[in-house]
C-alpha cells in the first residue's frame, strides 16, 4: 500500500503564511511527480502546484509568485509554502502523487486525505 499523508494546514488571518507538508511511505519504487491540488467549497479541484523529475515545476498562473513547492527526494515529501495568503485561498488541499510501485507496475496516480487550510480574519 502506499499513503499520502499530509500536515500543516490550519486557520491563518489573510496575509499570513503557512507551510504544507506530504509524505509518501510504503512500497515505493520512484516517484514521477509530487504536488497539490486544492478544492473550494462548491468549486472543481484544481492544480496548486506539481514538481516532477527531473526538477520541473508547474504552478497555477493565479498562484505564481506567492507559493513555492519544493521536494526532499530523500523523504518521499513534498512542501508547499504559502504566502500572502487570501481569503480565496480557502479550501481542502490535496497532497498528489504520481509513483511506480514495482518494476513490473505502472505508474499510478495517489491522493492524501486532504488538509484544511483556511484563511479568515
Known amino acids: 500500500q502506499v499513503q499520502l499523508v499530509e500536515s500543516g494546514g490550519g486557520l491563518v488571518q489573510p496575509g499570513g503564511s503557512l507551510r504544507l507538508s506530504c509524505a509518501a511511505s510504503?512500497?515505493?519504487?520512484?516517484?514521477?511527480?509530487m504536488g497539490w491540488y486544492r478544492q473550494a467549497p462548491g468549486k472543481q479541484r484544481e492544480l496548486v502546484a506539481v514538481?516532477?523529475?527531473?526538477?520541473?515545476?508547474n504552478y497555477a498562473d493565479s498562484l505564481k509568485g506567492r507559493f513555492t513547492i519544493s521536494r526532499e527526494n530523500a523523504k518521499n515529501t513534498v512542501y508547499l509554502q504559502m504566502n500572502s495568503l487570501k481569503p480565496e485561498d480557502t479550501a481542502v488541499y490535496y497532497c498528489?502523487?504520481?509513483?511506480?510501485?514495482?518494476?513490473?507496475?505502472?505508474?499510478?496516480?495517489?491522493w492524501g486525505q486532504g488538509t484544511q487550510v483556511t484563511v479568515s480574519s
Open positions: 514538481i516532477t523529475s527531473p526538477e520541473s515545476i
Open positions: 498528489y502523487s504520481r509513483l511506480r510501485r514495482t518494476y513490473t507496475s505502472y505508474d499510478s496516480d495517489y
Open positions: 510504503g512500497m515505493i519504487l520512484s516517484i514521477n511527480a
